[in-house]
């Protein structure tokens, strides 16, 4: 069985396949009838002579070859369809009854022996009929009936009354079985189509998903080529940086190196948030929480630091809050974006000043990052939001990345339903823009962000668990630094211990959530059911912790040591403030 391109209605199959198999068999039902017309002329020929006969056998095989050649003009003329189906099954029909008027039409001439012939020639054109016009069994009851019944008017003719009750009862009951046989066929006919078709549709939904699958594979392998050609550059930087660092013995160079290696490791780090975000993206894991997020205050958290980081190369960083107010947004996704755009803008600049301003547009914040740097054609400008292009502009500029930034802001701005603007010139910069909506009812402001009041770790008592040695080493390392005492462990059962050693209870617990035995969801609550509502943060390398709703702040690796500050700094003030106050 052949099927139309794109088959996917099962009538319209059913129609075509229907006018293909009565085309095909009244051709070779034209040659048997008219075969069968000479049958006939064995008995009406010694009845009505050769000249009566010859008539009607003319008029029998020119109405086949004429319905041939109409069915054949109609097909082409209309194509198969359901009119062109019906056109064929009605002159079918009336072509086939030629063969049983000639009972009505030569009654008085025959006999009793000669209607009983007839009759079962007709019975066996009948039941040919059935692979002919049995597709359409609305039209083969009626030529059905008409067939028997003009068969029937010899049998009234010439039989007694006993006889014509008998052949009656004989051909109502011989044509219910042949229209059920009908029946049959055409639903075994119509099941075929269907099965047919819908194994198209698998075959067509198996071709799709091969091809997705050959597509995410080649996508796979672009990402991980790109991916580690690109984390080689800044990773074979930090090894000679960090060669030169050990060997060097002047002050003053070991510092110009150090700040380097720090950038360094940003880029690293940036690269490797990139891929992570990437990687939800192509799983589809990557979701939306909107809520109504205090604009100017994220704002304020999102740009810390950058200033001193702009000055380091150059460059001059302003913050314009024209307005401030509650917007709708995921707070998690909505930094990440803000960070992505300044971080563009500090990469592709190389003088002038970076702006990020806030304003109001109607009921909509608009935020809007604005630099002076290398800027955009049209060429970069038509590939900028796709995954792993990077334009000329890169190149300019010397920037480094794998071309994974704004993709990831535009997808980030889709989850939110967040309009996105970009604009940009050559040598002119570039402006980034995203308008968000606020909600109905603008809750009070909170009060100030914790990362703004002065906080100082010496003599604050860090509990630490952190199974991975590295990890845990520079953690210790970098909180002794900062004043604090820290009570470290590479699991639960140590770290107790470490705390029993100290003697003191902790102020704040930093947990991995990963542990090799239990989770660090599950040591936070048997610490703190041992020390009391100690302040707790979970520090984890899961891609979606923060939509598992484990009831605890947390920060995906890799943290950056400022970011780290500012959430110790906010859990540190927060239970130093009174619960009535809070």
Excluded at 237 to 263: G, M, N, W
Excluded at 394 to 409: H, N, P, R, V, Y
Aim: glycine share 8%.
């Amino acid at each position: 069985m052949t099927f139309a391109t794109g088959a996917g209605d099962a009538a319209d199959e059913l129609t075509r396949r229907s006018v293909e198999i009565m085309l095909s068999q009244t051709r070779a039902g034209a040659a048997a009838l008219s075969l069968a017309g000479l049958l006939y002329g064995v008995v009406l020929v010694p009845r009505v002579g050769w000249f009566a006969w010859l008539g009607w056998y003319l008029v029998l095989v020119g109405s086949l070859v004429a319905r041939q050649l109409h069915f054949a003009r109609l097909v082409a003329r209309k194509g198969e369809t359901r009119q062109t189906l019906r056109a064929v099954g009605l002159l079918t029909m009336a072509t086939g009854l030629v063969p049983p008027a000639c009972v009505p039409l030569f009654v008085g001439s025959l006999d009793l022996a000669d209607i009983g012939v007839l009759t079962v020639l007709t019975l066996g054109a009948l039941s040919a009929a059935i692979a002919v016009i049995g597709v359409l069994p609305r039209i083969y009851a009626a030529y059905m009936v008409s067939s028997l019944a003009m068969v029937y008017v010899g049998w009234l003719a010439h039989a007694a009354r006993r006889e014509q009750v008998i052949i009656g009862a004989a051909m109502v009951l011989g044509g219910v079985m042949l229209q059920r046989a009908v029946w049959t066929s055409w639903k075994q006919l119509r099941d075929n189509v269907e099965i047919g078709v819908h194994n198209v549709h698998l075959v067509d939904q198996l071709r799709a998903a091969l091809e997705k699958q050959q597509d995410i594979q080649r996508a796979r392998s672009r990402f991980l080529g790109a991916a580690s050609h690109d984390l080689r550059q800044p990773v074979q930087a930090l090894l000679f940086l960090s060669d030169i660092f050990r060997r060097s013995a002047d002050t003053a160079r070991r510092e110009t190196i150090a700040q380097q290696i720090v950038r360094t490791g940003e880029s690293i780090d940036t690269m490797f948030r990139h891929l992570v975000d990437f990687a939800q993206i192509d799983a589809g894991t990557m979701k939306a929480n909107l809520q109504p997020v205090q604009l100017g205050r994220l704002v304020q958290a999102t740009v810390t630091g950058f200033a001193e980081k702009c000055a380091a190369k150059g460059l001059h960083f302003r913050l314009d809050l024209q307005a401030d107010g509650t917007a709708m947004a995921d707070p998690v996704l909505l930094e990440r974006v803000l960070r992505n755009f300044l971080d563009n803008a500090w990469k592709y600049s190389l003088r002038g000043e970076i702006v990020l301003s806030v304003r109001a547009m109607g009921e909509q914040l608009e935020v809007i990052v604005q630099d002076q740097g290398v800027g955009m054609d049209q060429e970069d400008l038509a590939q900028v939001w796709s995954a792993f292009q990077r334009g000329r502009s890169a190149a300019l500029a010397e920037a480094e990345g794998i071309g994974l930034g704004l993709a990831i802001c535009r997808h980030m701005a889709d989850l939110m339903q967040v309009p996105l603007q970009l604009l940009s010139r050559p040598g002119e910069g570039t402006r980034v823009a995203l308008r968000l909506a606020t909600p109905p009812e603008t809750e009070a402001p909170p009060r100030p962000a914790a990362s703004t009041l002065p906080l100082d770790l010496s003599g604050r008592v860090i509990a630490l668990i952190e199974n991975d040695k590295l990890a845990r080493e520079a953690l210790i390392a970098w909180l002794r630094e900062a004043g604090a005492v820290v009570a470290a462990g590479i699991d639960l059962p140590q770290l107790q211990q470490a705390l029993l050693q100290l003697g003191r209870r902790p102020d704040c617990l930093l947990a991995d959530y990963r542990l090799a035995q239990g989770d660090g969801v599950q040591a936070v609550a048997t610490l703190r059911a041992q020390y009391g509502p100690v302040p707790a943060l979970i520090l984890s390398g899961e891609p979606d912790l923060h939509d598992r709703g484990i009831g605890l702040p947390c920060l995906q690796k890799p943290v950056a040591p400022d970011k780290l500050m500012e959430q110790l700094r906010r859990l540190l003030l927060i239970a130093e403030i009174p619960t009535e106050t809070a």
